[in-house]
């Protein structure tokens, strides 16, 4: 088998494509470290068009011919899609006798306490689809009742009557011993040869029924349309002349071959918000920045991920959907369960696209749906007429009144104030400007709850992080998240708007291999453990198709509390032994929930393997600065800053020193605003640092007194 790595050459242009709610971004990198970067609308209708033009035009813009492209990477949303717009596959379950309605009975997770009108999400697959057989295994795999291939016969042929597209199978116990789902995988491949088939026993061979089936069925799912999806993207990318072979970016924050992706479509749920993380952790280590919140705002959602002493925080259980995506371990997020390794990202459905509404008790509303790329804000005069966020950035002098995107986007700000007027202004009884920075401040209140959720509710103090903000709308949001939440620091990247395209940039070759291996960790066999993670690395090895020698190799452990019903990642390398597990797992036992148990029995769940290929450490250059028309615009910074004529500068107009507020930064990717009480400066590698909190009484601070607010915080470039 071809591993994943043969398709990587090292040198030539690389290319990047991240798909959003609003717009494709691509990024190219030179050989030298240059950088490009472009935004084209996305096509929903047709998404691999919009990649392909995208790529297109950079190629152009750049002098690139096709030839001289050796890798194409991409992120995209088509199986979050399916997820959140419920238009996946019809989808078929076959499981153990008794076992059909755990997919229906769930976790008792609710995130809306208070709320009697709430309804869980829909099960993914109704239960007239979801179908018995005869067999039975016990905890370890004994076979108690066998499979009855009788039954499993008929559960095919109902599905094939009713016209299923895909089908899961996830029997009891089938992690200890996988013989019965192999024979219904066999079965179905013969008489359902056209349907996408997900057997928990590749997807997830792991313990806890609710979340291997939840998971399980996410996979099959999505499986047709990813499936279709990166068919037609790959084989356009081979009619333009580029690389056939198409690396994805998966939620763990590594990549993987696009075939691979195909078997195991679930593994990028959240693969577009994993880029712009690892591009977080990168930027601020290169500024000095360790612990680092970061904040990414599209057009349909914001994204909020930790990043502490340089490391990504993972875990391998998610909700997706729900009015909420989150890690599910110590939130409640009602959606779907999937647990897989995904960076620990929390997702609202809050961007520049969200529709502004007022509910039929009069209260203002922002989002969860957004009017997309099509027919987007009311300020594209493109048949939208609902006001977003986008509008009452627009209205409040945010934004540029007459195009987005360099230009290439024009807008009309008559049809955002005509919206904001008509929808909210007037029906609430607001002047336009109140309206307008009334959606301001309840999309900033939407947004923190994804931060919190990444910070408080796992024990963490958000003001002790600085805030790297990017998307489309990161930068025009950044200050007031981060008042809201007592951050003092902010960084806003160079590209940050198409941040998470660069991000791909970064990722490196990975992937991993996991286990149900449930017993004492004092009683636990050395040799066992050992056998048991050579296996693990073996799979991990064949997958990459590389030699130890060029890989890196990580074990871990989930371990619990005997009686306990949820688990700890434990990193077991760098000479933790056995011997030490009890210890580091108490200490981040008490770090994560606050105590331990010392003397408590611990349990081993699950064993894990991870493994990279190490990339060139070597970080993207900085692009090309482009021009921006300097002026001065009226901006409404709210009640307590008022209306200033603001100056609208460029990045590079940092470059002489600190500023104060109020400043609008206009760049092709995207704005940053910085308000009347902080200050703005550019660092060497671009980045804009921005100070919070410096006082509005003198808005002509000196530069020394800036520069002091903000210099403490890049160690690197002091």
């Known amino acids: 088998m071809t591993g994943l790595t043969s398709g990587i050459d090292r040198g030539g242009v690389r290319v990047a494509a991240d798909i959003g709610g609003t717009f494709t971004d691509v990024a190219l990198i030179h050989p030298d470290g240059r950088i490009a970067t472009r935004k084209v609308p996305s096509t929903p209708a047709d998404y691999a068009g919009g990649v392909v033009e995208g790529i297109r035009q950079i190629l152009a813009a750049e002098g690139v011919p096709v030839g001289a492209v050796s890798e194409v990477l991409h992120a995209c949303t088509v199986a979050t ?43 993914l697959v109704p239960r007239d689809l979801r179908l018995e057989v005869d067999e039975r295994l016990d905890f370890a795999g004994r076979v108690l009742t066998p499979l009855d291939d009788a039954s499993v016969i008929r559960a095919i042929d109902r599905l094939a009557a009713e016209g299923v597209q895909a089908v899961a199978v996830c029997l009891l116990h089938s992690y200890a011993n996988p013989a019965h789902e192999r024979r219904i995988g066999a079965l179905l491949h013969e008489r359902l040869p056209d349907a996408f088939v997900s057997l928990s026993v590749d997807v997830l061979p792991e313990m806890r029924e609710y979340e291997r089936t ?42 993987v071959d696009a075939r691979t992706v195909m078997r195991r479509p ?46 990504l925080s993972r875990t391998d259980e998610y909700e997706v959907g729900g009015g909420i995506s989150l890690s599910s371990k110590l939130s409640k997020g009602g959606g779907y369960a999937l647990k897989l390794p995904v960076i620990d990202i929390s997702e609202v459905g809050a961007g520049g696209g969200s529709i502004v509404w007022i509910d039929k008790a009069g209260a203002l509303k922002v989002g969860p749906h957004s009017a997309g790329a099509v027919p987007g804000p009311a300020c594209y005069e493109a048949g939208g007429t609902a006001p977003t966020v986008t509008d009452a950035n627009v209205v409040l002098g945010y ?47 939407v947004m923190t709850r994804a931060v919190k959720s990444v910070s408080t509710y796992r024990g963490r103090d958000p003001r002790d992080f600085a805030l790297l903000a990017f998307g489309g709308n990161g930068g025009i949001h950044a200050a007031s998240l981060a008042r809201a939440l007592g ?20 990722a490196e070759v990975e992937t991993g291999a996991s286990v149900a291996h ?56 760098a000479g933790r032994d056995l011997g030490q597990a009890p210890f580091l797992f108490s200490e981040a036992h008490r770090r994560s929930y606050g105590y331990d148990l010392p003397g408590n029995p611990i349990e081993i769940v699950t064993l894990r393997v991870n493994g990279r290929l190490p990339r060139d450490a070597s970080a993207p250059g900085r692009g090309r600065a482009a021009e921006t028309p300097r002026e001065t615009r009226r901006v409404y910074f709210g009640r307590g800053l008022g209306a200033h ?35 703005a400066r550019l660092d060497p590698d671009g980045n804009i640092l921005i100070a919070l909190g410096i006082g509005t009484s003198n808005p002509r601070a000196s530069d020394a007194i800036i520069g002091q607010s903000l210099a403490p915080w890049s160690p690197t470039h002091a």
Do not use: W
């Open 487 to 506: 951050i003092t620091r902010i960084v806003v990247p160079p590209g940050a708007g198409v941040f998470s395209a660069l991000g791909l940039l970064y």
């Open 81 to 123: 899609n399916a997820i959140l717009e419920g238009k996946g596959a019809k989808t078929g379950l076959i499981t153990t006798a008794g076992f059909r309605d755990v997919l229906e009975l769930r976790r008792i997770r609710v995130p809306r306490l208070y709320d009697p009108l709430y309804r869980k999400p829909p099960v």
């Open 266 to 311: 679930a593994q990028i749920v959240e693969c577009g918000p994993a880029a712009g993380v690892l591009g977080a952790r990168h930027r601020g280590a290169a500024a000095g920045l360790l612990d680092v919140i970061s904040f990414d705002m599209g057009g349909t959602t914001a994204k909020a991920s930790l990043i502490e002493n340089g490391a």
């Open 518 to 573: 449930p017993r004492r960790l004092d009683a636990a066999d050395p040799a066992s453990l050992e056998a048991a993670y050579g296996v693990l690395e073996e799979q991990v090895l064949a997958e990459l198709g590389e030699t130890r020698q060029r890989l890196v190799l990580t074990r871990a452990a989930d371990l619990r509390y005997a009686g306990q019903a949820f688990e700890l990642t434990l990193d077991l390398d």
């Open 645 to 679: 004529d603001t100056p609208v500068i460029g990045r590079a107009d940092l470059a002489a020193g600190s500023r104060p507020g109020p400043l609008v930064i206009e760049e092709y990717e995207g704005t940053t605003l910085v308000p009347p009480d902080a200050a």
């Open 214 to 255: 939840s998971t399980t069925v996410i996979n099959a799912y999505v499986g047709p349309a990813v499936r279709a999806y990166l068919e037609s993207l790959v084989a356009r990318l081979a009619a333009e002349g580029l690389p056939e072979r198409l690396f994805m970016m998966h939620s763990a924050g590594g990549i």
């Open 399 to 445: 934004l540029n009144p007459r195009a987005l995107a360099g230009g290439s986007v024009p807008i009309s700000a008559e049809a955002s104030r005509r919206a904001l007027r008509e929808s909210v202004a007037e029906p609430l009884g607001l002047s336009l400007d109140e309206a307008a920075h009334g959606v301001h401040e309840l999309v900033t209140t």
